[in-house]
């Protein structure tokens, strides 16, 4: 099982980027997708995350009506759009599976937001 985060980018306060999360040696329609973010030094903090469907989403209170998870089933992919960036959402971004006894997280995407 892989996970490849794509879409990071420097942009400034305000902007917008759409991250990606593909997925290849698993079906994903079997399950939630999170995703994830950390700083160096800093414990990873939870994002949003999507339901096996897409139909129930989930997100942290940071980022509370700026972001917005989706998933694509037959693409096998997990995106998140980011809107009205802060310069304190600057982060590496992870998406994380849990599949049964098992969790797999990409190796992420570095999301930098300043002038």
């Known amino acids: 099982v892989q996970l490849v985060e794509s879409g990071g980018d420097l942009v400034q306060p305000g902007g917008s980027l759409r991250l990606s999360c593909a997925a290849s040696?698993?079906?994903?329609?079997?399950?939630?997708m999170g995703w994830f973010r950390q700083a160096p030094g800093n414990e990873r903090e939870f994002v949003a995350a999507?339901?096996?469907?897409?139909?129930?989403?989930d997100y942290g209170d940071s980022v509370k009506g700026r972001f917005s998870i989706s998933r694509d089933n037959a693409k096998n992919t997990v995106d998140l759009q980011m809107n009205s960036l802060k310069p304190e959402d600057t982060d590496v971004y992870y998406c994380?599976?849990?599949?049964?006894?098992?969790?797999?997280w990409g190796q992420g995407t570095q999301v930098t937001v300043s002038s």
């Open positions: 994380r599976l849990v599949a049964g006894p098992f969790e797999y």
């Open positions: 040696g698993i079906n994903l329609a079997n399950y939630a």
């Open positions: 999507v339901s096996w469907s897409g139909e129930v989403t």
